[in-house]
Every structure is written in structure tokens, then in C-alpha cells.
């Protein structure tokens, strides 16, 4: 059995380059399949869940050219646009395959969408929008077929919530519908404007309207290969920046795009962190103690659900009592328990966690359940003075790029070990 064992309670200082985003990648790389020829795409981080992808991508007979930090995608020949139920665990960027195959290929068919266990995650608002597309959808033993009988023809589409994935299939599956689709209310992440980008640089026509709520994808024939670079990472950033504060250091994020963390960056500030912002870097120093706050996660603007479970952990050192209120996800406080048994004060009461700051984290073993929930018990292992065990790192490796090289950087004490 794996495990990170954690020698906690040192002042991390230094500098951490910031990855490209994982969310980013799955759908850039998806769009890669609307296109005849290859795409060169830069920036691509090295994790488990992109390497799954990948691996993915070749079984079905797409030809992926793997470097580092880089991959080109040629999907020339036909494809086959499926994915089995063994392929799909653990990784929700699948998600977006369903409309690129249904743009390429017209069909699709796709097992349970995988990804971390932090909620019920309905695909509802994917099918509704890919329905009124003109595509047709039917279950078969949990794997999701889709077909597009009559081709695809543009629709206005208002989902009920904006959804990222939901509004990344839609872009996707409309690229070469006729005429015009209108997505009201979509999702306004940042990775969703990636997507946009890197398909009009490829010939693609979509606009973003206003507020971004209003995406408007008008048809075209077809995309050309390109050179692209993803987004750095955001929520990769806003983890670094919170383990400034619990390890009352100073770390420096490089490579990262500040506009994208304002809600994050706010937030520090009021908890007591210094943090200064120089075009593509942020720094966030400890400045003697962590303050109160309440937080509530909210789509892009808003506070990320992604950063969440790091901010809960950093707030249960604060001077005071904070509320921390989950809107995104109905099941992401599963860190909880650990923090208790780290000597954390926090009640759970439906969607909001009420904490008592306590001074400090005691050393305890703790075991990694999801992917930023995983993480943030790191950071709290290593606030923690004293050893402690992370088990199941397997979590963190799915979505954080040589975290343990990144820390080692700032002088932390972690290894990943074997029993
Ligand atoms: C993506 C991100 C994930 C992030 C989340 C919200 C990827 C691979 N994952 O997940 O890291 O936490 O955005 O920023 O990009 N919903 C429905 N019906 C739907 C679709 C969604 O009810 O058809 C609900 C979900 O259950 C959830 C909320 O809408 O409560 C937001 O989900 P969504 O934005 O779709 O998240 P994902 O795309 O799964």
C-alpha cells in the first residue's frame, strides 16, 4: 500500500512553477478530434488523469505523440467513438468526448462518467442541450448511446445551471451544426474560454457574449490543425498559495494567470495573507495570523468548489469562528472527518461547515478520498508538527503535477513510501 508520510510543522518558503490546467487539457484535447490533421498542444501537465486520457485516446485508434509537457493529436483516420465501462472510472474529463465524437463522427457511445465522488453529478443538462441539437439518446445498461440520425442543426439551449462540462459538449457537438446554437446561462470558467480559443484559432466561429453567459456558436464546414498552449492551472495555484498560510511561509506561484484567482486572492487577503500580484505571479506570505472568514463556493466568478476543501483546512487555524458553504457539490466535505482527528473544531450542518480555529494541527494518519480533498489533508500534514501519514496518494497523483518535488522545492518534508 502507498502512502505519503509526512514530516509536518516546517516554514515553507520558495518558488513553485504552476502546471498547465487539468480541466483545460480534456476538452482541448477533445477538440482535437474535430480535426483532420495534427494539433500540437503545449502546456499539457503531467498527471494521471491526462496520462489516462491519452491512453484513452489511442485505444480507440487516434494517434497521440506524447513529450513532455506536450502532445500532438492527429485525428486523421476514423476513430472509433466509443468508450467501454472499464475505461471510464476515475476520470470525468471523458465527459467531453461525448460531444466531440458526436461532431466527428455523429455518434457516440460512452459508459457512466467517472470522476471524484463528491456528489451525484447528473449528465441532464448535457443530454437536454445535445437533444435539442437534434441528437438522439437512449441508455443501454448504463453505457450512453447517442446518434445523430438527421445531422445536427443549431438550437438555443438554456441550461438550469451553468455547467461546465454541459456547456463544453454543447460548444463541442455544435462546432459543425447548421446555423446558429445559443447557450444561455452556460458556465464561465476560465477552461471554457481555452476551449473557445483554441477552436477559433482552428477555424471555429463562436462568440461570447456580455457577461460570458451567452455563448453563441455559429457553424462551420470544418477546423484546421493548429499550435496551441492551455491555461495554467488556477486551482493547482490556489492550493500553493493556501499552503503559504498554514505552514506560516512565503511562496512565490510562477507561471499562473492572476485573473483567473481574484475570488481566491480576496479571500486570502481577508483571512490576513499578504499577497502581491506581478503579472504572471503571485505571492502569498504569512503575516502572523490567520483571520476569521466565511466563504461560499459559487461557479466561475465565484469562489471555485475546487478550492473548497484547501480553504476549509487553512480556516481551521484562523482566530475565530468561519462558515464555509458548499453550493456546487452536495458531498464535499468528506475531509472533515481527518481534520477532527487532526485536532480541527468543525460541524457539518447540511451545506455549510461552521469552524472554530484551534492553534494548531496535531500529526495523525489520514486517508486521501478525493482529489482536492486528498490534497488539502496533505497541507494539513504538513502544518502539522510531527509525522504523519497520507494514505491513498493515488488521489493527489490524479491531479497535481511532481507535487512531491514541488514541496520537497519549498522545504517540505514528504516521500511516498510502500508497506
Ligand atoms: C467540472 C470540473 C470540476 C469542477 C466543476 C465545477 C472538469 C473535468 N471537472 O466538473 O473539477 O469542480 O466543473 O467547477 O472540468 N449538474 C447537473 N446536471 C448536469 C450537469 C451538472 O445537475 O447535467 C450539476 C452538478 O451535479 C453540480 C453542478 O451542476 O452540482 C456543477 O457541475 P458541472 O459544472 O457540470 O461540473 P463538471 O463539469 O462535472
Known sequence: MEYLEVNGGKILKGEVLISGSKN???PVLSACLLIEGKCHIKNIPNILDVKKFLFQLKKIGVNVLEGEHEVEIDASSSFKPEIPPEETENIRGTQTLLGAFIARHMKASIAGLGGCNIGKRPIDQHIKGLESLGVEISWDKGILKAHSPKGLKGNKIFLDMPSVGAT???????VFAEGETIIENAA?????KDLINFLNLAGANIEVNGTGSTIVVHGVKKLKPVKYSII?????????LILAGLTKGKIKIKNTLP??????????KEI??????????ITASYKGKLLP????TLPYPGFPTDVQSQILTLLTLANGSSVVTETVFENRFRIVDDLLKMGANIRVE???????????LKPSVVTAKDLRGGMSLLLATLSAKGTSKVLEPVHIDRGYESYIEKIKGLGGDVERKNS
Open 24 to 26: 483545460a487539457a480534456f
Open 168 to 174: 463544453e459538449n454543447i460548444i463541442l457537438a455544435s
Open 188 to 192: 464561465r470558467e476560465p477552461e471554457i
Open 232 to 240: 495554467p492551472d488556477r486551482i493547482e495555484a490556489a492550493t500553493y
Open 259 to 268: 485573473y483567473h484567482l481574484e475570488a481566491v486572492i480576496m479571500k486570502l
Open 272 to 281: 490576513g495573507l499578504d499577497v502581491s500580484v506581478n503579472e504572471n505571479e
Open 293 to 296: 472568514t466565511s466563504v461560499k
Open 350 to 360: 447540511g451545506i455549510s461547515a461552521f469552524i472554530t480555529g484551534v492553534k494548531e
